[in-house]
């Protein structure tokens, strides 16, 4: 079992910056890759970002590309979502995800159905 619990969600203005983290218990962190995902209103849910499982290798939605950043840290078992320059279309809840598979060391997955564990979300606002 893995326990992942978000925070670091808020309201902020387009422009800002926010910073989530996703805390991980229960099972080995460490060997998980991990991704980022959101769902706005009315909308299915999409991937944001994902992480391989030391770090070293990171993927991207196109809508966040250069302007999110996906990082980890394995002795805090914690991954973290860095945004910037937020947009109005930002908004959503943002869930954090666990991958129990492994194919190589550099795989994270860009699929919702990869992901085994889920947290319970946290709300991203961005006004214009």
């Known amino acids: 079992q893995v326990q992942l619990v978000e925070s670091g969600g808020g309201l902020v203005q387009a422009g800002d910056s926010l910073k989530l983290s996703c805390a991980a218990s229960g099972r080995v962190f460490s060997s998980h890759a991990m991704g980022w995902f959101r769902q706005a209103p009315g909308k299915e849910r999409e991937f944001v970002a994902a992480?391989?499982?030391?770090?070293?290798?990171?993927y991207y939605a196109d809508s966040v590309s250069g302007r999110f950043t996906i990082s980890r840290d394995n002795a805090k078992n914690s991954v973290y979502l860095q945004m910037d320059n937020l947009k109005p279309e930002d908004t959503a809840v943002y869930y954090c995800a666990a991958d129990l598979n492994y194919n190589g060391p550099h795989y994270a997955s860009t699929r919702s159905d990869s992901y085994a564990y889920w947290g319970q979300g946290t709300q991203v606002t961005v006004s214009s």
């Open positions: 992480i391989n499982w030391n770090g070293g290798s990171t």
